[in-house]
């Protein structure tokens, strides 16, 4: 079940997920062309793509941008098994696809978007699948941490608590350990804001996963390009390196002098390469 209104920022709807969450998704672009999938990563929400759908790739493609459960606008949850259960985060994927019926979308997945796709692929496969993107993407998740940064993790762990003050430092940390360079002042704000949407109990049962996709990604049959900066300090390149070394014809494209968001730091050349992806299709 899905609810469509216009919006001047593009078609907004609302999906019913898994175990009847709602879903918050956005849409622009032409209905008829190829369609790509934007999956945010953790704490984020639909905003971490403002580089994509406010630029030439909406008048090219169908751009469908979602919030996470527990995120953005989505319905958030406090159960932990909401969160803990893969099969959920795979089928509010499905969810989406049949309800704006996307025939063998791209699929992009930054960060924790990763796991998200990876949990789409271990429970239904690659039949409406396009390509996929990952962008400075994690499909482990151990403890202790591997391929994954310690700002991070120290980060991470504050921004869970339900002490404001040290919740607060934690959101401003990660925030500052995205990039390698400082963002514009209003992208900044912009990511704070986002970052605020989602509840600290929500980001601590996202940590609580235990996971590994190397399984999966070994059977990928569509096209993958990984999108990696080269100084990130959230998911190391090593996990890209691991990523390309288990996805048969995967593409490693690595970006110098760029921290955990190609997409905002370097969005022209990301655009092109997502562009190029889609294209081939």
Do not use: C, K, Y
């Given at each position: 079940m899905s609810v469509t209104i216009e919006h001047e920022a593009g078609k907004v709807h609302r999906v019913m997920g898994a175990n009847g969450v709602g879903l918050?998704?956005?849409e622009w672009g032409p209905e008829n062309a190829q369609p790509i999938l934007f999956i945010h990563g953790w704490s984020s929400c639909y905003l971490g793509w403002h580089a994509q759908?406010?630029?030439p790739l909406r008048e090219r493609f169908r751009i469908i941008c979602m919030d996470l459960r527990g995120h953005g606008f989505s319905d958030k949850p406090l159960d932990p098994e909401a969160y803990?259960?893969?099969?959920?985060?795979?089928?509010?994927?499905?969810?989406?696809?049949?309800a704006l019926r996307l025939k063998r979308p791209v699929l992009v997945g930054w960060s924790y978007g990763g796991f998200v796709i990876s949990d789409y692929l271990a429970r239904h496969g690659t039949h409406n699948v396009g390509a996929v993107n990952f962008?400075?993407?994690?499909?482990?998740?151990?403890?202790?941490p591997t391929h994954i940064g310690d700002r991070f993790i120290e980060g991470a762990l504050?921004?869970?608590s339900e002490d404001p003050a040290v919740m607060i430092e934690g959101v401003r940390s990660v925030v500052r350990s995205t990039t390698l360079k400082p963002l514009p002042q209003?992208?900044?704000?912009?990511a704070l804001c986002a970052?605020?949407?989602t509840p600290p109990s929500?980001?601590?049962f996202l940590l609580m996963r235990t996971l590994d996709f190397t399984d999966t990604l070994s059977t990928l049959d569509r096209p993958c390009l990984i999108s990696q900066g080269d100084e990130d300090a959230i998911v190391l390149p090593s996990m890209a390196e691991h990523i390309e070394a288990t996805v048969e014809g995967a593409q490693l494209s690595r970006y110098a002098a760029c921290g955990h968001a190609p997409q905002q730091e370097h969005p022209e050349r990301f655009n092109e390469e997502l562009a190029d992806l889609a294209s081939s299709l």
């Open positions: 918050h998704v956005r759908f406010d630029s803990q259960t893969g099969a959920f985060w795979a089928d509010d994927i499905a969810a989406v696809m049949i962008v400075g993407a994690a499909v482990i998740s151990s403890n202790p504050m921004a869970a209003e992208d900044t704000e912009r970052m605020s949407l929500v980001r601590a």
